[in-house]
């Protein structure tokens, strides 16, 4: 079994493969990882881990394959700026450890940040589902209106999912519930070595699609 994972505002949500389950329900992500035992690979639309300093080389190699859709990939904050107070102390600090200005949605998951680098589980890979449903697209639209949700639609179906028939709740967003399915297609892809590394080469953190 493979499954993807996408934070959403009430808490997770995951897609397992190969039956289409949707799990949520889970505010924390421990929970949910429990609930998906047995899962080989599990790929998670979140980072890893921050960095001390800097840009992580997986966040610069991801934005740069997206060209004028890079906007999608916040830049992960430093540790230290995660921790900060405020959005306002976190730019602060991020920019003196040589990264950027932390936008509203970086600071806005740094919970959900910690709890993923807290875990250190081997059987977790990051993933970018807005890079996967580009690789695998075509998909042009924003994946809030409705034309980007048909499009990504049509991409899960036409690498064998069938969204139609998922049994869920009114727990996850439409959007969030889609990227913890592409998210299952790269664990599935991962696990069968056929899942694309940004960058290419060198060290970890990989961004995967």
């Keep these: 079994m493979y499954a993807g994972v996408d934070g959403c505002p ?16 889970f505010q924390q992500l421990a929970g949910l990882l429990e609930a998906l035992n047995g ?13 001390e300093t800097g840009q992580r080389p997986c966040d610069l190699s991801v934005r740069a394959e997206l060209g004028p859709f890079a906007s999608s990939l916040f830049m992960t904050p430093t540790a ?10 976190a730019s602060r600090i991020n920019i003196e450890r040589g990264g950027y200005g932390v936008t509203s949605q970086a600071f806005s998951l740094r919970n959900k ?3 993923v680098a807290e875990l ?5 890979v990051e993933v970018h589902p807005e890079l ?10 924003r994946k809030r209106s409705w034309a980007g949700l ?16 998922w049994d869920c709740g009114n727990w996850a967003e439409a959007d ?34």
């Design 39 to 51: 899962c080989e690979v599990i790929a998670v639309d979140m980072p890893l881990n921050a960095p």
């Design 120 to 124: 250190q589980r081997p059987d977790l």
């Design 10 to 25: 009430k808490g997770w949500v995951a897609l397992v493969l190969p039956d289409e389950r949707i799990v949520e329900g």
């Design 80 to 89: 230290q700026a995660l921790a900060a107070a405020t959005q306002e102390e």
């Design 150 to 165: 048909r499009e990504r639609v049509e991409v899960l179906q036409t690498h064998g999912l069938h969204p139609q028939s």
């Design 132 to 141: 996967v449903f580009r690789l695998l697209g075509p998909v042009i639209h």
């Design 176 to 209: 969030d519930t889609m990227d913890a399915a592409a998210a299952a297609l790269t664990a599935r892809r991962y696990a069968r070595g056929e899942a694309l590394r940004f960058p290419p080469e060198g060290q970890d953190p990989a961004i995967f699609a």
């Design 113 to 115: 940040i910690a709890e």
